[in-house]
């Protein structure tokens, strides 16, 4: 089965820090995608990555950015984390091809900012 | 992409099946239907898609009428733990496609003993 881990599950930071979200697939998927959960407003993608080093807006970029140096790892920045960005944090990895949208989620990171 | 249309919440008896609906009125051609399940406190989870003809996979079936504008999740023998959130979306294949899940509000099911 694939796995997708991310680094923390509960996180408290404060308003201006910059926050590292962590994400590791382990089957060796070309894309990676972050998205964010709110009430009422459903899952919004932030940034996806198709290959390593290469990187897409998503819907809601403003405020994030994101690294992929190697194929299994995708980290999700917020260079001053704001208490707007108060949300949970979810990870996705697809395979290419036709199966872009089968998309396996890990557990989610709930961010809190102070 | 295509919007989709999904009652808010449905009860289930466990051991029936769920037959979960949802339209999609104004699908493409070549949108797909996807369907993805949210269990409290966990992340999404893939369930199954088709493009026009009826598929099953270990988890579910989907039944997509003839004119594509609404579809069927059918889980046949529900069970407490299929209790989650169910997401009905329509997307193009793949990235060089277009290809992009949005999710909705989706249906909660409540699989009841």
């Known amino acids: 089965d694939v796995k997708v881990t991310q680094s923390s599950r509960y996180l408290v930071k404060r308003t201006g820090e910059k926050v590292f979200l962590e994400c590791v697939q382990d089957m060796d998927h070309e894309n990676m995608f972050w998205y964010r959960q709110d009430p009422g407003l459903g899952l919004r993608l932030i940034y996806f990555s198709y290959d390593v080093k290469m990187k897409e807006k998503g819907d809601i970029p403003e405020g994030y950015s994101v690294s992929r140096e190697k194929k299994e790892r995708f980290s999700l920045i917020l260079e001053s984390a704001s208490t707007n960005q108060t949300s949970m944090y979810l990870c996705?990895?697809?395979?290419?091809?036709?199966?872009?949208?089968?998309?396996?989620f890990g557990p989610g990171t709930r961010l809190t900012v102070l | 992409d295509a919007k989709t249309t999904q009652p808010p919440s449905m009860d289930c008896a466990e051991g029936r099946a769920a037959n979960l609906p949802c339209n999609h009125s104004t699908i493409s051609g070549n949108e797909y239907v996807y369907w993805y399940r949210q269990i409290h406190s966990q992340g999404p989870q893939y369930i199954i898609h088709?493009?026009?003809n009826n598929e099953t996979n270990e988890m579910a079936s989907l039944i997509i009428t003839e004119d594509r504008k609404s579809s069927t999740l059918i889980l046949p023998h529900a069970t407490l733990r299929d209790t989650a959130v169910y997401y009905c979306i329509v997307s193009l294949l793949g990235y060089n496609q277009g290809g992009k899940l949005i999710f909705g509000q989706g249906t909660e099911l409540s699989v009841k003993p």
């Open positions: 088709g493009l026009k």
């Open positions: 996705a990895s697809s395979p290419g091809g036709s199966s872009y949208n089968e998309q396996f």
